[in-house]
């Protein structure tokens, strides 16, 4: 994942920062669902290294250095970034975060699990391998790759605990992303009419592909980072700056202050010795944002088939697609039909679309014959030898005469081999007679 070449840390003027803080704070005041992806790059001011950067991770290890962690998990605090965030959640102004980060820092803010997707992981959350259940740990875990600790399941089911064995949920390069984050990754960036990408270059497959979602719908992508991005040209805003400074903008622009980390908010810090929270994301809440998604997209499928009837078709194939499409609507929504029926018709209406697709190939495959003939029929007239040369290169380019088949004169126009082979066997016949012919036999 790190054999490619670190990029080059970019930063915009001031006067930039601004103009397009102002435009972000714009679209975040007029946009109904506004969802935040987050990447390494927002833990960096929390000591935190990222991958890609002038010090990140991946950058050192193809150097043959080891990164300087100066500081452990349990000991990092979350950023301006992620306080602002949880703030912004709180007055309703972002809907929904989605992070690649396994740190656990917008849990430690106080985040409810309900507006955020972890994809890869969180390092203060056990999961359950009997009941899937996740619950908060007080402390980081010593493993990754989903590896077991020496914790057991304390829910409990019809009045008994689980007691399951409990594995960290840190995943490895082959494991499949968490099924239910991902799902509520998908249908958020999709009803999303602004993603925005904070501190992450998008490298990652399918985590960095999200945030396009709500581009088929309409929707706004605006990416902030201090490197090139794999999906900057189909970006509608890029802020090239640190993370903090923007977020710092934002909530100036909107008349808000960023809060204090406070460890009382904090699930990992403050917890009873006996006390378990769950860190679940729940089937009806799934289920829920489906729907939402599923209207959305019927509503788009609707307002583009509108569009194809108001449109008129460029080419016989077009037109009976459209034909059918609409025939087969209406026949749908006719009730005075049994479902037999409706079967007979539409095979007798296919059955015609398809004989008409045949007599239009039939007719396209015919006018194509009859204008082959009449190119390859054209004896080329050339007055010169510049004008025969450039004429032969682009007869070849298009195919109408093969190379193999032509030959060159040096004074004259080009000539067909079959005719050169024609000649010079009747030249032979009268120079040397019929013993020549008999003499070939014989060889």
């Not at 670190?6 to 506004?34: G, M, S, Y």
Request: aromatic share 8%.
């Amino acid at each position: 994942m790190y054999d490619k070449v670190p990029e080059k840390q970019k930063f915009d003027d001031d006067d930039e920062i601004n103009r397009k803080c102002l435009q972000l704070t714009k679209w975040i005041e007029e946009a109904k669902h506004v969802v935040v992806h987050t990447g390494a790059g927002i833990s960096t001011a929390a000591g935190i290294p990222d991958f890609r950067g002038p010090n990140g991770v991946w950058t050192l290890e193809k150097e043959g250095k080891k990164p300087n962690i100066n500081i452990s998990f349990n000991d990092a605090v979350p950023t301006k970034t992620h306080m602002a965030l949880k703030y912004l959640i709180e007055k309703e102004y972002i809907h929904y975060v989605i992070s690649q980060n396994i740190d656990g820092l917008h849990l430690r803010t106080g985040l409810p699990r309900t507006h955020l997707a972890e994809l890869h992981g969180n390092m203060f959350i056990g999961q359950c391998d009997t009941c899937d259940s996740q619950f908060v740990r007080t402390t980081a875990t010593s493993t990754v790759g989903q590896k077991y600790l020496e914790e057991f399941c304390k829910r409990e089911i019809r009045g008994r605990s689980c007691r399951g064995k409990l594995k960290d949920t840190i995943l490895d390069w082959e494991a499949d992303l968490p099924e239910k984050d991902l799902e509520m990754s998908d249908y958020h960036s999709s009803l999303a009419d602004l993603n925005i990408c904070l501190g992450t270059t998008l490298q990652i497959v399918p985590s960095g592909n999200l945030p396009l979602r709500c581009k088929k719908y309409g929707g706004k992508v605006v990416i902030v980072n201090l490197q090139p991005t794999k999906h900057d040209k189909k970006a509608d805003l890029i802020i090239n700056t640190y993370v903090d400074n923007v977020i710092e903008k934002v909530m100036k622009h909107l008349n808000f202050e960023i809060p204090e980390y406070n460890k009382n908010f904090d699930p990992t810090k403050n917890q009873l010795p006996i006390s378990v929270i769950e860190w679940n994301i729940y089937k009806n809440q799934v289920k829920a944002f489906k729907k939402l998604f599923e209207a959305k997209h019927k509503l788009f499928r609707e307002r583009k088939q509108s569009e194809m009837s108001n449109e008129k078709p460029n080419s016989a194939k077009r037109k009976r697609k459209v034909e059918t499409m609409f025939e087969n609507k209406h026949l749908k929504n006719d009730i005075s039909l049994t479902t037999d029926e409706i079967k007979q018709e539409k095979f007798n209406r296919n059955l015609k679309v398809e004989i008409r697709r045949i007599d239009d190939d039939a007719k396209h495959k015919t006018e194509k014959k009859e204008n082959y003939c009449k190119k390859t029929s054209e004896i080329p007239n050339f007055d010169s030898d510049d004008d025969r040369k450039v004429s032969m290169k682009r007869k070849l380019k298009r195919g109408s005469y093969r190379q193999k088949d032509l030959l060159q004169s040096s004074n004259g126009p080009f000539i067909p081999m079959g005719i050169i082979i024609f000649s010079v066997s009747i030249a032979a016949d009268q120079m040397f007679g019929e013993d020549h012919d008999k003499s070939l036999e014989d060889d």
